[in-house]
């Protein structure tokens, strides 16, 4: 894909006005459907537009991320659906094996020092998990 396209897609991807994004309020699952540390994707689709998020649970804190390499604009999960090291202690980008620690997406390893994970806010409330 050319370079130009992909940006765009990437741009698209994580605008705040992205008609996909999930409005705030929208539940995203029970607090309990993510393992301690874990983590788990969401993906919408409105005409052409597409969002990508996931959510990273470890102890207490609760933290969402756009599922967007800030290096390459790919997907961080790849083909396992899988966003945390063996250790479940930082996330993985599958498609060059960069490293971002859980609690604000800053890389500390791989081809993008300096860069973060894009955030997406979300909050625990009375048991769900839901965009804030």
């Given amino acids: 894909m050319a370079r130009g396209r992909r940006l765009d897609r990437l741009r ?16 995203l699952c029970a607090l309990d459907e993510i393992a301690s540390p874990g983590s788990k994707g969401f993906r919408w689709r ?3 537009a597409m969002f990508a998020g996931f959510v990273v649970r470890k102890d207490e804190l609760v933290v969402g991320y756009l599922d967007s390499c ?41 081809p993008c020092p300096g860069d973060k994970l894009f955030p997406w806010p979300v909050q625990v409330r009375d048991g769900q998990i839901i965009v804030a």
């Fill in 12 to 27: 698209l991807r994580t605008d705040p006005e992205n008609p996909a994004r999930p409005a705030p309020g929208t539940v």
């Fill in 46 to 48: 409105e005409g052409d």
């Fill in 70 to 110: 800030p290096h390459a604009g790919w997907p961080l999960a790849g083909f396992a659906g899988r966003y945390l090291t063996r250790e479940n202690d930082l996330i993985l980008c599958a498609g060059h094996a960069a490293l971002f620690k859980i609690e604000d997406g800053a890389c500390v390893a791989g």
